[in-house]
């Protein structure tokens, strides 16, 4: 029972999250992983394969496999509603430009629709839905002010302001990675020069490694791949661990960039957090370190004891709890 005040006693009523069950989906350009998870956000099973197929067909065809293979055994009235994860711009269930699957103008929801018809279905920008991960089950629970920053592929940041995800007027709030940093610097996939994206992503650690490893035979990243599509931000991380100086660099100068433009988000929004995740993040103190000192290094000094940044705590699950959050901020 609950505190009574007078009157009627009052009664406690506890939620229960195995009531109702979410699925989440993740799209990456190599991979679809899905996984099944209650009301708490809590993974009860979930699988991953590779995304032989990028068509909008292939693709589709893979989430409905992969849905129907973890709701077999439940009924469709159970599942609460399926979230879906992407890389790319999307507005009303339309992905209006994946630049990692190669979409333009994809009616995505409308195409799941007809596999999946009696489940409710929300897709959204990956981004976003790591944001919901965060300030539903990662270091954003019950904070009301804070932005997550996702280091991939790509980089992004979105942002939880009074407690509410902001979209902007299009719902495409959010591209940070296409912040200049560098008017001179290298060519980014917008068709700019020297975004933070082009700077500090996956996709530029693993440039910039090919770039000077191509010229460079006795480079150590050669001792732990064959050929030079095997370098990616992992086999560099891989390479720093095992202490490549040019590795360590790379890394280095990735985090400082990174470091430079959230101070810019600092500056702009004070927000009490800052939450850094993506796979890039999982390479930890060697990114996290010279992001940190070049962060604090240009903030304001009576901003620098404001923040707190801060690895995402969600680890490899990070999108398809935040996928599964998206349903709830949907339903709720």
């Avoid at 994860?85 to 209006?96: H, M």
């Avoid at 020297?194 to 440039?207: D, F, K, Q, T, W």
Wanted: aromatic residues 6%; proline residues 3%.
């Amino acid at each position: 029972e609950g505190v009574s005040r007078g009157g009627r006693k009052p009664v406690l009523l506890r939620f229960n999250p195995d009531s109702f069950l979410v699925v989440g989906i993740e799209i990456e350009g190599d991979f679809i992983a899905a996984s099944l998870m209650n009301l708490d956000l809590t993974i009860i099973k979930k699988s991953k394969e590779s995304l032989l197929d990028s068509s909008e067909f292939g693709v589709i065809r893979e989430i409905a496999a992969l849905v129907k293979d973890l709701t077999k055994e439940i009924s469709d009235e159970k599942i609460l509603g399926i979230g879906i994860a992407i890389t790319g711009l999307v507005e009303d269930g339309i992905v209006k430009r994946s630049v990692n699957l190669g979409w333009k103008n994809v009616p995505m929801e409308g195409l799941l629709r007809r596999e999946i018809p009696d489940i409710p279905i929300y897709i959204d920008n990956i981004g976003k839905v790591g944001v919901l991960g965060e300030k539903h089950a990662g270091n954003g629970l019950r904070k009301e002010n804070f932005i997550y920053v996702r280091v991939g592929t790509g980089i992004s940041a979105n942002f939880i302001f009074g407690g509410q995800l902001y979209r902007g007027s299009n719902g495409y709030a959010g591209e940070f990675g296409h912040m200049t940093l560098e008017p001179a610097g290298p060519l980014c996939h917008c068709g700019n020069r020297g975004c933070l994206e082009a700077l500090a992503s996956g996709r530029a650690i693993a440039e910039r490694m090919k770039k000077i490893a191509l010229n460079n035979k006795s480079c150590k990243i050669w001792e732990i791949v064959e050929n030079e599509t095997e370098i990616t931000a992992k086999t560099v991380e891989e390479a720093a661990r095992s202490g490549d100086e040019t590795a360590l660099q790379i890394y280095r100068e990735a985090g400082y960039y990174l470091g430079i433009g959230i101070a810019n988000l600092v500056h702009l929004y004070n927000p009490e957090l800052i939450v850094v995740g993506g796979g890039v993040s999982r390479a930890e103190e060697l990114l996290m370190r010279p992001l940190l000192e070049s962060l604090q290094s240009r903030l304001l000094d009576e901003l620098k004891n404001s923040v707190k940044v801060a690895p995402t705590i969600l680890g490899d699950n990070e999108n398809l709890i935040g996928a599964g959050a998206l349903v709830l901020e949907k339903v709720l």
